[in-house]
């Protein structure tokens, strides 16, 4: 790392860990990591890659403590010694990695401060990938196999770069493979109940990992959060629907040019279903409507359709407990549709 900082000693409250917006979460409870140096620590035994490796993960972070710096230096997602072996942290708003220690910085993508993110790091023996909601945002071919430490693996934290990337954390995986993008994003949407990962940390309620058996342990005043309920998701937002009065729906894009923002709504939205636009006022995008499917099913339904080939990601979160789905496109694909009829077991 180039910049030096002091290492932060505030004892920030736990309920200053709400800071970062956690109605969007991705599943169940997460890790909060948000007072001073805070990590979740892991034995070193099997993290050493020789034979392919990915990190993936949903993070909601900033590069530093938000209420003490402007985030100008650089932050530990995770690492096993950033100087000899890998690392992956956010230095500003830009996603980075190591792979074989120091020198071997790569640099690519960018993370919005404290917004919800997919993100994941892969390298196979001759290229090394960045991806941000599933998309390839960099790549830098290089040879060679990983190399390695004795260093204990730290989520939020480096044994050489002790600067927590201060937020939140959820479905942590490390793979020994270098996951495809199809791999990736047939499961970005779903906590991995099986497959060949070699540690999944779902941190709900704890950090262990019931994969590899490498279990962690929380290192200073982190904690874990189940998302909050929502007060209201009221009506008359730009950005947002409310539908039934419960269901807050709301799209991010991401263009070809790398370009990025908020769908907006439509005016005109009825009690269950509503229309975004993300370019143009009069070129809409995305429809989506909730269904009261109790009678069916026991469930409540989400479908949407969309006249797109841009990345878009449709987010739909339950005030009453926080519970959210998220569904993907993906550039230059033609957007499908979806009929998610087991959404929210949220009847009556």
Same mark, same amino acid.
């Given at each position: 790392?180039?910049?030096?900082?002091?290492?932060?000693?505030?004892?920030?409250?736990?309920?200053?860990?709400?800071?970062? &917006?956690?109605?969007?979460?991705?599943?169940?409870?997460?890790?909060?990591?948000?007072?001073?140096?805070?990590?979740?620590?892991? &034995?070193?035994?099997?993290? @050493?890659?020789? =034979? !392919?490796?990915?990190?993936?993960?949903?993070?909601?972070?900033?590069?530093?403590?938000?209420?003490?710096?402007?985030?100008? !230096?650089?932050?530990?997602?995770? !690492?096993?010694?950033?100087?000899?072996?890998?690392?992956?942290?956010?230095?500003?708003?830009?996603?980075?990695?190591?792979?074989?220690?120091?020198?071997?910085?790569?640099?690519?993508?960018?993370?919005?401060?404290?917004?919800?993110?997919?993100?994941?790091?892969?390298?196979?023996?001759?290229?090394?990938? /960045?991806?941000?909601?599933?998309?390839?945002?960099? %790549? #830098?071919?290089?040879?060679?196999?990983?190399?390695?430490?004795?260093?204990?693996?730290?989520?939020?934290?480096?044994?050489?770069?002790?600067?927590?990337? /201060?937020?939140?954390?959820?479905?942590?995986?490390?793979?020994?493979?270098?996951?495809?993008?199809?791999?990736?994003?047939?499961?970005?949407?779903?906590?991995?109940? %099986?497959?060949?990962?070699?540690?999944?940390? /779902?941190?709900?309620?704890?950090?262990?990992?019931?994969?590899?058996?490498?279990?962690?342990?929380?290192?200073?005043?982190?904690?874990?959060?189940?998302?909050?309920?929502?007060?209201?998701?009221?009506?008359? %937002?730009? =950005?947002?629907?409310?539908?039934?009065?419960?269901?807050?729906?709301?799209?991010?894009?991401? @263009?070809?040019?790398?370009?990025?923002?908020?769908?907006?709504?439509? &005016?005109?939205?009825?009690?269950?279903?509503?229309?975004?636009?993300?370019?143009? &006022?009069?070129?809409?995008?995305?429809?989506?409507?909730?269904?009261?499917?109790?009678?069916?099913?026991?469930? /409540?339904?989400?479908?949407?359709?969309?006249?797109?080939?841009? #990345?878009?990601?449709?987010?739909?979160?339950?005030?009453?407990?926080?519970? =959210?789905?998220?569904?993907?496109?993906?550039?230059?694909?033609?957007?499908?549709?979806?009929?998610?009829? !087991?959404?929210?077991?949220?009847?009556?």
């Amino acid at each position: 790392m180039t910049r030096s900082r002091s290492v932060l000693m505030l004892l920030v409250p736990m309920v200053a860990l709400l800071a970062f &917006p956690a109605a969007a979460q991705p599943f169940n409870s997460y890790l909060a990591l948000n007072s001073g140096h805070t990590y979740v620590a892991i &034995p070193p035994a099997g993290f @050493d890659f020789t =034979t !392919g490796f990915t990190f993936e993960g949903w993070i909601a972070v900033s590069d530093d403590n938000p209420t003490t710096n402007t985030g100008t !230096g650089c932050s530990s997602i995770a !690492g096993k010694g950033y100087t000899q072996a890998w690392w992956i942290g956010v230095c500003g708003t830009t996603l980075r990695s190591y792979i074989k220690g120091a020198g071997s910085n790569f640099d690519g993508g960018t993370l919005g401060r404290g917004e919800w993110h997919h993100v994941a790091v892969t390298y196979d023996g001759t290229v090394r990938k /960045h991806y941000i909601d599933g998309e390839e945002v960099a %790549s #830098h071919a290089e040879t060679g196999p990983m190399t390695s430490s004795t260093a204990e693996v730290r989520i939020g934290s480096d044994v050489n770069w002790a600067f927590t990337a /201060h937020g939140s954390y959820d479905e942590v995986r490390f793979w020994n493979v270098a996951r495809t993008k199809a791999q990736l994003r047939e499961s970005i949407n779903k906590p991995l109940t %099986s497959g060949g990962a070699l540690s999944v940390y /779902h941190f709900d309620a704890n950090a262990n990992d019931p994969f590899g058996n490498r279990n962690g342990a929380i290192v200073g005043s982190g904690g874990f959060l189940a998302p909050p309920a929502i007060a209201s998701c009221g009506s008359g %937002s730009t =950005t947002a629907l409310c539908l039934e009065g419960k269901y807050l729906v709301s799209t991010r894009w991401v @263009d070809f040019s790398g370009n990025r923002g908020n769908g907006t709504v439509v &005016p005109g939205a009825s009690a269950n279903s509503g229309l975004f636009w993300f370019f143009s &006022p009069d070129n809409w995008e995305v429809l989506v409507k909730e269904l009261n499917g109790c009678g069916v099913n026991n469930r /409540h339904w989400v479908f949407a359709a969309a006249t797109t080939n841009v #990345h878009y990601e449709l987010i739909v979160t339950y005030v009453l407990n926080g519970e =959210t789905k998220r569904y993907f496109n993906y550039l230059n694909e033609n957007a499908p549709a979806v009929t998610d009829t !087991g959404a929210f077991a949220t009847c009556p």
